[in-house]
Every structure is written in C-alpha cells, then in structure tokens.
C-alpha cells in the first residue's frame, strides 16, 4: 500500500477534519507514492525514535505533532534535527503527522480520551468548524467524589501523577470536561458549560486559580498522557491491513518523578 492510500484509509475511518492555519500537519519527509510495508507510531520524533524506526526497518513513522511546524530556512547536518533528516532520508523513511486535524478527528483525539475515561456520550468542547467538530468534549459521569475521581484519571491514562486543583476535597463532581494534550486556552468554555471538573494537560498557574475561582476542578494529567493513547487508536485502524505496525511509546520531555 502506498502513502497516499494509507492516508486515504485514515481519513475514511477516523474523519481527519482540515488542521488549524497555524498547523503544519501531512508530510513531513518522502513521497506520497512510497510503498509502504511497516509503519512505526509515535507522538513525537526525536533521535531515538529515529534509531528504533532505522533498526526495526520501517518505511514510515506517523507522527501526531510535527517535526516541522514553521518553514525551513537551512538544513544544519550537525544540528540534532539535521540529523534526524538525515537519518531519515538515507534510510529511506517517510514521516507523516497529525495534528490538530486529529484533534479534532471524529474519532481522534477527543474520542479516544472519552473512552479512555469512560464517557460514552459527549459534546465537543470548543467547537471550531461547520460541522461542529472541535476540540475537547464534555459529557457525564456517575456522581463521585473529585480525589476518587483524579485517582480514577491517573489510572485509567496510565500517568506517573495527576495534579489535581480543587477548593474542596469533598466536591462531588458528575459534569466531566476534557481536552488532550495542552488545553488550558478551553478553561472558559468548560465555565460556561457548567463542567465540575476539566481533565487536559500543560496548566498554568493563572489558568488554575481562574478555574478555582470559578467553581470548577481541574484535574492536569499531562499533554503526553492525555494524547498517548490516541496512537493505540491508529493502530487499530491499520492493524486491518496487512502492514506491520508498531507503537514506539517515549514522552520526548523525559519528565521523571523526583
């Protein structure tokens, strides 16, 4: 199966939606017309990624935020992104990424935190295009207490911790809002919808007390762990074909519990 095959298949199960003006998603490095026998998925790509694709000999590495997200003005070899494509490019590897048109995907990003979390029916948070897709989502959960909850969250997302902003540790919450990866921009609509509580990654400490302030909880469980699992959901996908497809799992910040 070709590149462009593969990404037609994408668009017709998971309905990519057009990626924001700001965005860089599609090809990053290759040729639509490359035949493709072994994908490798990661969230991110950086040189040790780059070494696993090169030792497990795949021919493309999926992506969800680019390699490349503003125009190039020189391609330094001695720089650690220069030889990353240079890697790439002797090896014969193509790099494709989505980003915001997954976040936005029918079944992306914000429908796959959803199952994650158990949210079986939602509304999209911040609605951006025609058809109302967006970012985020907000649904409803069985009541429970909010540290129970957070609990809940670091479990099911697989995270090492969660930060929890609450005014009340006895808040029963039933109104849940979420958004993958970095969402703290959405706090307002998660206000307005009347969520108790708004899960998302990468708070600021302004952004915190305005939540606070205005009577939600908010639960930040980190940009990787809340997009992590979304690359599960590709898998799924081309695990239809007969492609071999694997899953490099690393969170590029090498963030440790010290």
Request: charged fraction near 25%; include cysteine; charge should be negative.
């Amino acid at each position: 199966m070709n590149l462009n095959s593969i990404i037609n298949l994408l668009n017709n199960e998971i309905k990519l939606k057009e990626h924001e003006a700001w965005d860089n998603s599609g090809l990053q490095i290759g040729s639509e017309r490359s035949y493709i026998n072994k994908i490798m998925l990661t969230l991110d790509l950086d040189l040790e990624a780059a070494e696993h694709a090169i030792k497990e000999k795949v021919d493309l590495i999926i992506t969800h935020h680019p390699f490349f997200f503003s125009s190039i003005k020189r391609i330094d070899l001695d720089t650690y992104d220069g030889r990353i494509i240079k890697m790439l490019i002797a090896n014969n590897i193509n790099l494709y990424s989505m980003h915001t048109n997954y976040d936005m995907a029918d079944k992306g990003v914000n429908y796959d935190l959803a199952r994650k979390l158990n949210i079986l029916n939602y509304q999209i948070l911040h609605p951006v295009n025609i058809d109302k897709s967006g970012y985020g989502g907000i649904g409803e959960v069985n009541p429970v207490n909010i540290i129970e909850y957070s609990k809940f969250v670091k479990e099911a997302l697989s995270a090492g911790y969660v930060k929890l902003y609450c005014a009340d540790d006895g808040r029963v919450i039933k109104k849940v809002a979420f958004c993958g990866g970095s969402g703290g921009e959405f706090i307002e609509d998660a206000i307005k919808l009347n969520a108790d509580v708004y899960i998302t990654g990468d708070i600021k400490y302004h952004q915190a007390q305005t939540a606070v302030k205005n009577n939600i909880c908010i639960i930040d469980a980190g940009h990787y762990n809340t997009e992590k699992h979304s690359m599960e959901l590709l898998k799924e996908v081309l695990d239809k074909t007969d492609m071999e497809i694997i899953y490099f799992k690393k969170n590029i910040t090498s963030e440790k519990i010290i």
